[in-house]
């Protein structure tokens, strides 16, 4: 993960799917359409500036030929505050008089970067290679914001790259492969888990940080929203009357629309709302139709990858125990028909109920079920009622076990 994409995440805000494939946090679809937050922002006071000199200095190895550049993350774009040809020694320096204090890249190009945060007076060192300066960049004096800057996407982008990895395996796996897919969906889950526990405790250890901002898009309003909640608070108040506050007060807010929609969280032991639409063939189905039976109500589309890579285990988990009265009822987010059909005769859902409205992210089964990314999963017992929510992968599988032997 280079930081060309961070601050490309950081102007905008992800509608509906919240944790990103730019995150790592799930093994969800990033395939949602992005709306600028900044569009209706006003302008608002630069934080206080000092009048003492600040020094931005270090050395590069490698290729030197171009002009290194310091870039402030302003509102809606990256600000260059100066250029500076590197030494032949491979040595650079800005000085800088008056500086706001705020996040600034270090760049060769836009996608050669590393980000700092940047207070006026203090001096920052670093050595990087030029070949890639968000790898191989260190810190020989720096704030400590730009300190913890690093430390989190070195973790970020090591599991970012390992669940990357893992899906690439996935996509080159055979339908019957069963027993090498379940592994490598067992895997993505402990990297999941594994970023879950880092970034919470992370938040936690260092909720007064202005580089809290980050991790907005890395949570999912739909099971983190305390973690949102704790760095809105923050942020008002390390970051008070800045572009960063206006951009993340938005983000939470959006992030936590799809909640708000849903009259009521599910909860297991609920009755499932009831829903009614057409299949391929145009005939209304209804999710209540099936009741009497242990039915996995999966929210997928023919566009999403993590969906589709999840597919071969469901079609798996329905052959082992439809015999024992289990049943799944997908319902696509789809917009184009002959895509979603495509999709059901590729991925070989052999089961006969699928449902779309063919309206997206705006489709109405939202507000019901007030989901914000795909693949999103409700089991629903016999009566009708909840059993649990977004179990997928061996999570799932060890449900259905105990439920149905």
């Known amino acids: 993960m280079k930081y060309w994409l961070i601050f490309s995440l950081f102007f905008l805000v992800l509608s509906c799917n919240n944790t990103t494939d730019s995150s790592v946090a799930d093994v969800q679809a990033d395939t949602t359409k992005e709306a600028p937050l900044t569009d209706n922002i006003e302008e608002v006071a630069s934080p206080e500036t000092k009048g003492t000199e600040t020094i931005v200095k270090g050395e590069i190895s490698g290729n030197r030929d171009q002009p290194i550049e310091i870039n402030y993350l302003a509102k809606a774009s990256m600000e260059n505050k100066g250029r500076v040809s590197i030494d032949s020694d491979g040595t650079f320096q800005f000085k800088i008089n008056p ?4 996040f600034y890249s270090i760049a060769l190009d836009p996608k050669n970067s590393f980000l700092l945060y940047i207070e006026p007076g203090t001096i920052t060192e670093i050595k990087a290679d030029a070949s890639s300066l968000f790898d191989t960049y260190s810190l020989l004096q720096a704030t400590p914001d730009s300190k913890l ?24 796996l055979g339908f019957s492969a069963d027993k090498e897919r379940s592994q490598l969906i067992k895997k993505s889950e402990e990297i999941k888990s594994t970023f879950n526990e880092f970034k919470h405790a992370f938040i936690n250890e260092n909720i007064t940080s202005p580089m809290m901002i980050f991790l907005v898009d890395h949570l999912d309003g739909n099971t983190e929203m305390e973690y949102l909640e704790k760095i809105g608070v923050s942020v008002a108040k390390t970051l008070p009357n800045t572009h960063y506050n206006e951009i993340v007060q938005s983000a939470i807010k959006q992030k936590a629309q799809p909640l708000a929609a849903a009259p009521t969280q599910l909860k297991p032991g609920q009755l499932a709302p009831d829903i009614a639409f057409p299949n391929p063939k145009g005939e209304i189905i209804k999710l209540s139709d099936l009741k009497g039976k242990t039915v996995l109500l ?27 009265g289990f049943e799944i009822f997908s319902f696509s987010l789809d917009k184009d028909a002959a895509r979603w059909t495509a999709a059901i005769q590729q991925d070989g859902l052999i089961w006969p109920y699928h449902a779309s409205d063919l309206k997206g992210w705006n489709t109405a089964t939202i507000p019901l079920f007030g989901f914000n990314s795909i693949p999103f999963t409700v089991l629903i017992d016999k009566d009708g009622k909840i059993i649990e929510t977004n179990l997928r992968g061996p999570a799932l599988e060890n449900k259905l076990k105990t439920i149905l032997g």
């Open 99 to 102: 500086l706001t204090a705020g």
């Open 298 to 324: 999966d929210f997928w589309a023919s566009w999403c990858r993590p969906c589709r890579a999840e597919n071969p285990n469901v079609v798996k988990l329905y052959n082992e125990y439809k015999e024992k």
């Open 149 to 172: 800057l690093k430390n989190y996407f070195s973790v970020y982008s090591k599991l970012a790259n390992d669940m990357n990895a893992v899906n690439t395996e996935l996509k080159t």
